[in-house]
């Protein structure tokens, strides 16, 4: 669905229905985690809808993707596809954030190819971010028989030059880093002196200027550049150049807590040098209904405009409206009026999340803890508060600060869950983390879930950060253990920027990945051992075999974790033929995969029979050391480390 250009109000009636009848709400971001789109729909949403976080692994950035850019987005969009698949075949209707229209200039296209033929889809349309900045110049962008022609400033200048010089009137989009190129065009074209710069338009940081006036390094993505057909005849909202944004006010009761960058979409660019990255303002929760207070003047709609009126009574119909499924073949739950609510209109109060974020933003790759799939925790799922939006009227209306609690949930099997952990779950207001490990926890009603892919430790760590700064109870899930792999490093180093002092942060440990796979044999690590990541995502392969070389040397056994994945799958091989030069060819691996999953499988070979194509991403492998020992029993071969050299203190030679 179209949100429109970044005004909440600008969301159309229809799409606001939508969002609230919803099962699954699905947007996009960029690696930071702020979604315009989230931003701009959180007025209209109800609490306890699903999420789906959709982060893109690049947007302006390089890439080492044996695809390159294209490679790594394309991946992307059969991934984030199939995620909504899921839900979709569950029988769950899902609501596609994007800004502007879907189908100009938006990413939704991506989607609609992927899954439009498997199940039914409507599309809503929205208001561009041409109109949006049309109005914002306020004079006509054409009239009678003039030709419009929208133009990505992504264009060769050359080409660029001779579109405009060749149109009547023109709106130039993608700007960012393109702005330079976009300025010599419309002045190489003849076109400068009739051009202007429309900045965030519709948003309370909207600026209006002409394009000859603009400072090249101040042009941010969202903003657009306007050549109307028509001389302008009345005065234009011009600033002065140089001038800040101006604060555009804004008749809505949510909107003025809104500040949205105006964008067309929330996606990767064209070609990554083509411009900044887009999304911003992420809001991931903080959206209240209550009943309205007799007297208030803000909720009684005699006293409200009318833009603010017809708002009020959107939100009233369909904050509570049914959903269904959307697939294929299924009637649509959004081709029939929601039924009108007859309580008093409900009080919505919204908190964005902050926009300006000075905490490290790098990509960081989700290295897990443990190779399971996702199972359900077994026990019932306790209820946080009676209140459903429960602690919303903490956020933002206190300063009370909450908390960060960074749990494991162990690998796989539910009754691995420590009590401990089961009960930090029970009493957070908001779970953050990869969306397959928050699958395993059970929904609680009022709980918020903020669910993302597996590359974006540190963005999803400021998240959770900013909840809690904010009052909410935030429980970040990883599997296993949360210190070995997994988020409790990532949520601890970004803690340390000084604009979360003050911010509660514990550790609540878990079973580790390791530990399970070697109970299946025995006891593989029953002597001195290392924990090695194969993944060369957060550091250089070279780091990688310097490790393995180094442990091998010192004759321990090792626990190895992320072996392989579908884009990753040399190292295994690589791996065994540096371990051989200081191990036997004898010496016990042990395989374990899905351990205390529903597909597990845990085999024993020799260091010379470790075949790279039996292992992936859900593996754990485990490489004994010189006094390990495979013995077969009669319940399987038992595996073990003596924790004795055969004469104390002398310590076996390499390759002995």
Known sequence: MGLGPGDPELVTVKAAQIIGAADVIAFHSARHGRSISRSIAAPYMRPGQLEEHLVYPVTTETTDHPGGYQGAIDEFYEQAAERLAHHLAAGRSVALLAAGDPLFYSSYMHMHRRLADRFEAEIIPGITSVSAASAALGTPLVEGEQVLTVLPGTMPVDELTRRLRDTEAAAIMKLGRTYPGVRQALSDSGRLADAYYVERASSTRQRVLRAADVADADVPYFSITLVPGPTPTTPLPLADRGSEPTRRESSSVHSASVEPESAQQDSPNSHPSSAEPRAVGQDSHHLRLASPRSGSAQQNSSHLDPATARSEAVRQNSSHAPSTSKAAGQESPFLRPAAPDTQAAPQISHHPLSASRTSRMEPLAQERDTPSAPSDLTSPATSVDSDPTHPTEDIGAQSKTGQVVVVGLGPGAAEWTTTEVREALADATDLVGYTTYLNRVPE?????????????????????????????????????????????????????????????????????????????????????????????????????????????????????????????????????????????????????????????????????????????????????????????????????????????????????
């Open 444 to 656: 609680r009603p009022g709980q918020r879930r903020h669910a993302s892919d597996n590359r974006v430790e540190s963005e999803r760590a400021a998240m959770a950060l900013d909840l809690a700064k904010r009052g909410a109870r935030v429980a970040v899930v990883s599997s296993g253990d949360p210190g070995v792999f997994a988020m409790a490093a990532a949520v601890l180093e970004e803690a340390a920027d000084p604009q979360w002092r003050g911010v509660p942060v514990r550790v609540l440990p878990g079973l580790t990945a390791a530990n399970a796979v070697a109970s299946r044999v025995g006891a593989p690590l029953g002597h001195d051992y290392a924990m090695i990541s194969l993944s060369d995502r957060l550091k250089p392969w070279e780091v990688v075999a310097q490790r393995l070389s180094a442990v091998a040397a010192a004759d321990m056994a090792i626990a190895v974790y992320n072996p392989a994945s579908s884009q990753r799958t040399w190292q295994v091989g690589a791996m065994r033929d540096l371990l051989l030069e200081h191990r036997k060819p004898d010496t016990p691996v042990v395989l374990g995969r899905d351990v205390g999953g529903p597909t597990e499988s845990v085999r024993v070979v020799s260091l010379a029979e470790l075949d790279p194509a039996e292992v992936d991403m859900r593996t754990l492998l485990i490489i004994g050391a010189s006094t390990t020992a495979a013995v077969a029993t009669d319940q399987g071969v038992r595996v073990y480390t003596s924790r004795r050299y055969a004469c104390t203190g002398d310590v076996p030679r390499s390759g002995a």
